[in-house]
T-cell receptor, first 109, second 113 residues
Framework: SQQGEEDPQALSIQEGENATMNCSYK?????LQWYRQNSGRGLVHLIL?????REKHSGRLRVTLDTSKKSSSLLITASRAADTASYFC?????????FGTGTQLKVEL | EAGVTQSPTHLIKTRGQQATLRCSPI?????VYWYQQALGLGLQFLLW???????NRGNFPPRFSGRQFPNYSSELNVNALELEDSALYLC????????????FGDGTRLSIL
């Protein structure tokens, strides 16, 4: 079963624009992670945010977490064509990960 | 540092056959996880192995099984293959400690004809 839903399901933007995708989850968490998946390949870990953190940055990525609303957002700034991929949020960690449904991001030149 | 490696990249089988998928974790990682990514069903947790023991299992039938070897590599076995087993099977590893990310391999694409 999927822990959460991601919104939007698909997003198409121009290179240089910012992309924001949201994730909602159902149960209380210790941390939330974001992953990227290029077409048909494995997942690349992007960032982990702990439940006691509200915001975290990594390069062009900014993740926020609102545990009261059980939601998280991933912002990619100054997007590039190479950012075209599916993005998943996941909860869990040391045990198993439960993934959201994913957002398909397309960055056009 | 080598990442998680999976073999084979592709595997084609027919209904009723058995498939074996292999995974080598990142050096130093003791936990190995298996996930299934089937079309329309998303990423589903299959199995978790740590220190050679099965620690947790997802909602899959017993014909999905596996093991972890003393060098922490792992095998996933799927018996009596069915058409709906066609999927990308992803292996991940982690240090097994809390709040540590899982690192994924590129997967094995299993196709059932």
């Amino acid at each position: 079963s999927q822990q959460g839903e991601e919104d939007p399901q698909a997003l198409s933007i121009q290179e240089g624009e910012n992309a924001t995708m949201n994730c909602s989850y159902k149960t209380s968490i210790n941390n939330l992670q974001w992953y990227r998946q290029n077409s048909g390949r494995g997942l690349v870990h992007l960032i982990l945010i702990r439940s006691n953190e509200r915001e975290k940055h990594s390069g062009r990525l900014r993740v926020t977490l609102d545990t009261s609303k059980k939601s998280s957002s991933l912002l990619i700034t100054a997007s590039r064509a190479a950012d075209t991929a599916s993005y998943f949020c996941a909860t869990g960690g040391g045990n198993k990960l439960t993934f959201g449904t994913g957002t398909q991001l397309k960055v056009e030149l | 540092e080598a990442g998680v490696t999976q073999s084979p990249t592709h595997l084609i089988k027919t209904r009723g056959q058995q498939a074996t998928l292999r995974c080598s974790p990142i050096s130093g990682h003791t936990s190995v996880y298996w996930y299934q990514q089937a079309l329309g069903l998303g990423l589903q947790f299959l199995l978790w192995y740590d220190e050679g023991e099965e620690r947790n299992r997802g909602n899959f039938p017993p014909r999905f099984s596996g093991r972890q070897f003393p060098n922490y590599s792992s095998e996933l076995n799927v018996n009596a293959l069915e058409l709906e087993d066609s999927a990308l099977y992803l292996c991940a590893s982690s240090s097994g400690q809390g709040n540590q990310p899982q690192h994924f391999g590129d997967g094995t694409r299993l196709s059932i004809l």
